[in-house]
C-alpha cells in the first residue's frame, strides 16, 4: 500500500520558516514525482511545487517562488518543502501528491495528475 506521511505543519509567526517532510512508501522518490498541493478555508486547492522523477525537474507556483525549496532524500525517501519568510497567506492544510509518471511543466498544478495523497498537515502562519 502506498503510504505518504506528512509531518512538520505548525504554528510560526510571519517571517519564520517551517520544513515539511513527506514520507513515501513502497515507491522510490527516485522513480516518482511528489508535490505540494495546499488548500486553505474557502480557497481552492493550489498546486504549490513539485519535484519530478530523479529530481530532474523542480517546479513552483509564482506565491511562493524565492521563498520555498524542494528537494528530496533517496536514502530517506523523502520529500521536503522548506519554506521561508512565511506569510499568513501561506496558511493552509498542506498536501504531499505523488503521481508514478512523468509531471510537465505545464501541468504539475493540475491535482488529477496526481494518484496518491496523504492525509495532510496544517501550516499557520501569525501576523
Known amino acids: 500500500e502506498v503510504q505518504l506521511v506528512e509531518s512538520g505543519g505548525g504554528l510560526v509567526q510571519a517571517g519564520g520558516s517551517l520544513r515539511l517532510s513527506c514520507a513515501v512508501s513502497?515507491?522510490?522518490?527516485?522513480?516518482?514525482?511528489v508535490g505540494w498541493f495546499r488548500q486553505a478555508p474557502g480557497k481552492e486547492r493550489e498546486g504549490v511545487s513539485c519535484?519530478?522523477?530523479?529530481?530532474?525537474?523542480?517546479y513552483y507556483a509564482d506565491s511562493v517562488k524565492g521563498r520555498f525549496t524542494i528537494s528530496s532524500d533517496n536514502a530517506k525517501n523523502t520529500v521536503y518543502l522548506q519554506m521561508n519568510s512565511l506569510k499568513p497567506e501561506d496558511t493552509a492544510v498542506y498536501y504531499c501528491?505523488?503521481?508514478?509518471?512523468?509531471?510537465?511543466?505545464?501541468?504539475?498544478?493540475?491535482?488529477?495528475?496526481?494518484?496518491?495523497w496523504g492525509q495532510g498537515t496544517q501550516v499557520i502562519v501569525s501576523s
Open positions: 501528491v505523488m503521481s508514478r509518471e512523468f509531471v510537465y511543466r505545464n501541468s504539475w498544478f493540475n491535482a488529477a495528475e496526481y494518484e496518491y
Open positions: 513502497r515507491f522510490s522518490v527516485d522513480d516518482i514525482a
Open positions: 519535484i519530478s522523477s530523479s529530481g530532474t525537474s523542480t
